[in-house]
């Protein structure tokens, strides 16, 4: 038998009054032993279903959120390149394996061309360039693989190469007088930002490389500036002990020199008025020069890079606006096209790449 109402003492309510007076089955719901067993979802589906008032218990929705993609970070060789693939036709920075798959862009610019020089021994920034189409300019600056846009211009130059300390860079820098001007080396330090001059006024150089102990510079200069033949020069930190690496010729132009990760050879681009860009090997000690890989046209190659274990060459081959990523063995076979499309890609720098990854 239901107990009396009128006789209930009074009890503190877990509801509000004026849900109890408004709605008389939540009433009989509290005073019932067996309904005081349910559960409070249970007894909220009975005051839905009696059509209770709406602002008897309203139920708060629960938001429902994406989760944050998980970044890792991620330690691995990788090859960096320019290549107009992207939206504007103009040059931006590109990362890929060394096998030519998983390209990721580094840049999105829509003016400009970007362009690499080095990884830095760390492997967590990147040495590059960008040439102004506004001004004809091009400034040198560092890109952090962990952040996007890179640093501001450092200095005006171009190519470049980190000495092994990481807290300085070797570059090439116009220096603007009358007439066309010159390119100088020039040494950049990333702890005071001080600049200093390492060749000679006037001497037309360009294209440094650092060797591995830091103890070397490689770099071009131009010997005949009507005919544009060029030779590599070896010199110290300090712009002295200046020595020939190529020999002097009317018209062969020797260019981009790397250095090998043992130190004993500098890899190179070599040719003649007659024929394309051959893959040269130069000795660092002696004036020893064996070619590598032969130019199949006038076109050839350029721009070669040796990776960290010096088994493995990355060069670009063809002409500009239409060159393809190579990969060869440091004898000139196993030769694999890395890239093969409709655009430019050119530059390959290769290193072990420390960045966040998705």
Request: aromatic letters at 12%; proline letters at 7%; glycine letters at 8%.
């Amino acid at each position: 038998m239901w107990p009396s109402l009128e006789a209930a003492p009074p009890q503190r309510q877990p509801l509000t009054t004026r849900a109890s007076s408004v709605c008389p089955l939540l009433h009989l719901a509290q005073r019932s032993r067996r309904l005081r067993r349910l559960s409070l979802a249970s007894l909220s589906l009975l005051i839905g279903a009696a059509a209770c008032d709406k602002d008897t218990l309203v139920a708060a929705p629960v938001p429902t959120q994406s989760p944050e993609p998980v970044k890792h970070r991620v330690r691995a060789e990788r090859v960096i390149f320019a290549s107009n693939r992207g939206a504007g036709g103009n040059y931006n920075l590109y990362m890929m394996t060394t096998a030519g798959d998983s390209v990721r862009q580094l840049t999105h610019y829509p003016e400009g061309d970007f362009w690499p020089a080095d990884i830095s021994p760390d492997g967590k920034r990147l040495l590059f360039y960008r040439f102004d189409d506004s001004n004809l300019i091009n400034y040198i600056g560092i890109l952090d693989f962990d952040k996007e846009p890179p640093s501001k211009p450092l200095a005006i130059g171009y190519s470049g190469a980190f000495m092994p300390d990481g807290q300085s860079f070797v570059f090439t820098h116009h220096f603007f007088n009358d007439g066309l001007g010159y390119d100088g080396i020039m040494r950049y330090d990333l702890r005071d930002s001080t600049q200093q001059q390492l060749t000679a006024e006037g001497a037309h150089s360009y294209w440094p490389d650092v060797s591995p102990d830091g103890q070397w510079i490689c770099y071009n200069m131009i010997a005949n500036f009507n005919t544009g033949a060029s030779r590599l020069i070896l010199m110290r930190p300090d712009g002295s002990g200046q020595r020939f690496l190529t020999p002097e010729h009317v018209s062969n132009r020797a260019q981009g020199g790397r250095f090998a990760p043992d130190g004993r050879y500098i890899y190179f681009t070599y040719n003649n008025a007659t024929a394309g860009y051959h893959l040269y090997r130069a000795t660092v000690v002696g004036d020893t020069l064996v070619r590598v890989l032969k130019a199949p046209d006038y076109r050839g190659y350029d721009s070669p890079f040796p990776d960290p274990s010096g088994a493995r060459l990355y060069f670009k081959s063809g002409s500009y606006n239409q060159a393809e990523i190579v990969s060869i063995r440091s004898d000139g076979s196993d030769y694999k096209l890395l890239t093969n499309n409709r655009y430019g890609d050119d530059m390959p720098v290769v290193g072990i790449v420390e960045y966040l990854e998705e």
